[in-house]
């Protein structure tokens, strides 16, 4: 299986300030047809996961332009250029180019 | 729009069995194919099974292998997953997801969620 690691943990931001978080795969994300599969996912409280960026840089439908993906290969990185009040929550990496599909472990992103 | 209506879910004793089904519309269900993954309290994301659009191959995680079958009904755009055998770390809230594409791929949609419960 291909294991996915998030780091930090959890990050603390204060409002207004940008927020990073770093995913690394166990192996290559990248598929037989070329295309990277991974994508990041936003869990507000209480909320379903909901797709934020998919095939590592892509903003899904009606995401705000604060949020983009970056990385290749085994090393990912979703960033918030300035974090509101609303980004609140846990943001999970996912890949899909193999099964099992798996998550990374989660960052909490919450206000100073 | 997309939407994912989960149901089915609730509290069952060790060894009991539950059929989970997700309802979908606003999309051509028969087109894509759909994901099941659950979330035990307070943890992470884990990945369950997902089964192609028109049902020809299955995928289930080793945890839930032999004793969850996923299926799909496209008749009735509703998808099912039958959970016997449940233990208590079977206890989550189940999401239905839809992928990108007819295959596996990314889940860009996800349903709200029902909650499993198992215990005596």
Redesign the interface.
Known sequence: DIVMTQTPLSSPVTLGQPASISCRSSQSLVHSDGNTSLSWLQQRPGQPPRLLIYEISNRFSGVPDRFSGSGAGTDFTLKISRVEAEDVGVYYCTQATQFPLTFGGGTKVEIK | QVQLVESGGGVVQPGGSLRLSCAASGFTFSSYGM?W?RQAPGK????VS?IRYDGSNK?Y??SVKGRFTISRDNSKNTLYLQMNSLRADDTAVY?C?K??CGG??????????TLVTVSS
């Open positions: 994901h993954v992470g994301l884990e990945w997902f995928y995680a080793d999401y997801a992928s990108c596996s791929c990314y889940c860009d949609y996800w349903g709200q969620g």
